[in-house]
């Protein structure tokens, strides 16, 4: 009997390998990575976020038929004139039953849809929502991240407008890159496509995080690299896992082999393939991607292999990440078990006679809610240490602007008095992209409020040699085996959390109970914890500098491995 496969959406943005170990009869009992809890609340945020949506579009759509009967919209209920909802919670069968049924009744709008599979094209799958166009019907995503960026150029219509007839070039917004919707939505259009459904026009919504507009893409378009459509790459991914799948599922040569790229770290997969990948000290343990691969093709299949070139050879293949003699020395700090190892012969770091540690909090796309600091070095006349600038308010809120400008206030003074006193500042964070984000951010977002500053001062505190990226630093001047994050570099250098769950997406978990999201009583425990973790976080970055002005330059040089 022919094993059937039938993939969703997903499994084009998907690894090659992840799709075959799904296929596989023979990984059905493999105990994979446990679910990971951040990953979860992710899910459950973006549940939440698509019962507001619906809420938001079933509220539109009443006011809309009420205005067309001349009558009034209040004190309506339940779903409106051509609304079918399809419940989550019902079994699979019983949701592609109403699906179709909504179908065969024409429908103006199909919540929860569940299509029937298609099983000619291998396909399954469902959308948030689909709007009856003409004599078919138009696929609309619901996602929990930015679809849009300011520029000009996005079509959309009015947040709750599901009419593409009545878009318009955006001159406010522009399309950010998100590829995956793209081509999920060209995944349902050739579902409805194999139903005799499809709307005329290729068009496919998505109405995200800020829900402020439904984007509408249009899946023919050349928009993707080398002219090609979202249609026609969904189409070339989607025949190639169809491929790898098959292959897996009817025991035929495998058609990809693991690899560790940066989707591995989230993959519950991962630790069948670390362990493929140990066993035979696979050179993408080292190197990820398509300079992996490339260097297998040239026989440098290894760690080992690639560890015994030279600095200073030519690299075997076209090489493309970054620098080649880096790539041999990490291979040889892997196999000497080296966390870090130095690219420098000495370690250098800016340092002033005043040094403020920031660290900034945010909750997903949200907001900010808390700016960490720790004031140490020269006395200016305030206290030293740890101090916070927090709202508990769940963000985004208002409460922001106000925890935003005392922080920003209390910087400023910082920075007066050591200037005054005639002393040099320096203020340091890891990963300044996270920080500017929240700085430029919170001003746009709150310009004209009480102490919010101007994006002026904000650029030239930013372009000055007073903010230090300790990233950045480490990135120049050393080679990581095991990842740049805070959390591996910071114990290297001696300094451990206290909270050993220490993480930022724990803290997304313990933010939710400090501000009692969900209808919960806050939890006093847990925003401590949160402030501890910060705390330590602005520590983390104040042992690490002072391990870089010295000590650092006792670990290992690149040169002498």
Not at 6 to 22: F, I, N, Y
Not at 311 to 331: C, K, N, R
Not at 381 to 392: A, I, K, M, N
Not at 459 to 476: A, K, N, P, Y
Request: include cysteine; proline fraction near 6%.
């Amino acid at each position: 009997m022919e094993t059937e496969v039938l993939l969703d959406a997903g499994a084009v943005s998907r690894c090659r390998r992840r799709v075959h170990l799904e296929a596989d009869p023979s990984m059905r009992e493999t105990t994979l990575a446990p679910p990971d809890p951040a990953a979860e609340q992710r899910m459950a945020d973006a549940a939440a976020h698509r019962l507001e949506i619906r809420r938001r579009l079933v509220e539109a759509i009443r006011r809309e038929q009420a205005a067309a009967r001349g009558v009034s919209a209040e004190g309506g209920g339940g779903e409106e004139a051509g609304w079918v909802t399809v419940p989550r919670e019902l079994p699979a069968g019983e949701r592609v039953r109403i699906t179709e049924q909504a179908l065969a009744d024409g429908a103006s709008y199909i919540w929860g849809a569940l299509l029937p599979a298609d099983r000619r094209g291998h396909r399954r799958g469902g959308a948030e929502l689909l709007v009856r166009s003409g004599a078919g019907y138009l696929p609309v995503l619901v996602v929990r991240h930015r679809i849009t960026d300011p520029g000009a150029g996005a079509v959309t219509t009015a947040p709750n407008q599901l009419d593409p007839a009545r878009a318009v070039v955006d001159e406010h917004r522009k399309v950010r890159s998100q590829p995956r919707d793209q081509l999920r939505l060209a995944h349902l259009r050739r579902m409805l496509e194999a139903l005799g459904l499809a709307a005329h026009q290729p068009l496919g919504g998505v109405i995200g995080l800020d829900a402020d507009c439904v984007l509408w893409h249009d899946l023919a378009a050349p928009t993707w690299p080398g002219g090609r459509s979202a249609l026609a790459e969904y189409d070339i991914r989607f025949a190639d896992r169809v491929a790898v799948a098959q292959a897996a599922a009817t025991g035929g040569p495998a058609l990809a082999e693991p690899s560790r790229i940066l989707d591995c770290r989230a993959c519950p997969w991962w630790p069948t393939c670390e362990s493929a990948l140990l066993a035979v000290r696979d050179v993408s343990l080292v190197v990820r991607g398509e300079d992996a691969m490339e260097l297998r093709r040239a026989g440098v299949s290894t760690v080992d292999k690639l560890a015994a070139l030279n600095l200073d050879d030519e690299p075997p293949i076209v090489w493309t990440s970054g620098s080649f003699p880096d790539a041999v020395a990490l291979a040889r700090a892997w196999l000497a078990d080296l966390t870090v190892v130095r690219r420098v012969p000495e370690v250098t770091v800016s340092r002033g006679d005043v040094e403020v540690d920031v660290d900034m909090e945010s909750f997903g796309e949200s907001g900010a809610y808390l700016w960490g600091c720790l004031l140490s070095g020269a006395d200016i006349g305030l206290p030293q240490g740890y101090r916070s600038f927090v709202t508990w308010e769940p963000v985004p809120t208002v409460d922001e602007a106000r925890s935003f400008a005392e922080f920003w206030a209390w910087l400023r003074d910082v920075r007066e008095r050591t200037a005054a006193a005639g002393l040099t500042f320096r203020a340091y964070c890891y990963n300044a992209m996270a920080e500017n984000r929240w700085l430029f951010g919170s001003v746009e977002r709150f310009a004209g409020l009480d102490g919010i500053p101007a994006k002026n001062e904000v650029q030239s505190f930013v372009d000055s040699e007073e903010w230090v990226d300790l990233f950045r630093g480490v990135t120049e001047q050393f080679l990581c085996s095991r990842g740049k994050g805070l959390k591996v570099i910071a114990p290297v250098a001696g300094f451990s959390w206290r909270d050993p769950e220490a993480g930022g997406e724990a803290s997304m978990r313990w933010y939710r109970d400090a501000v009692g999201m969900d209808g919960a009583v806050p939890a006093p425990d847990q925003r401590e914890r949160l402030l501890r973790y910060n705390e330590d976080d602005v520590r983390a970055t104040q042992v690490l500098r002072g391990w870089m002005s010295g000590p650092a330059n006792e670990i290992p040089y690149m040169g002498d491995l």
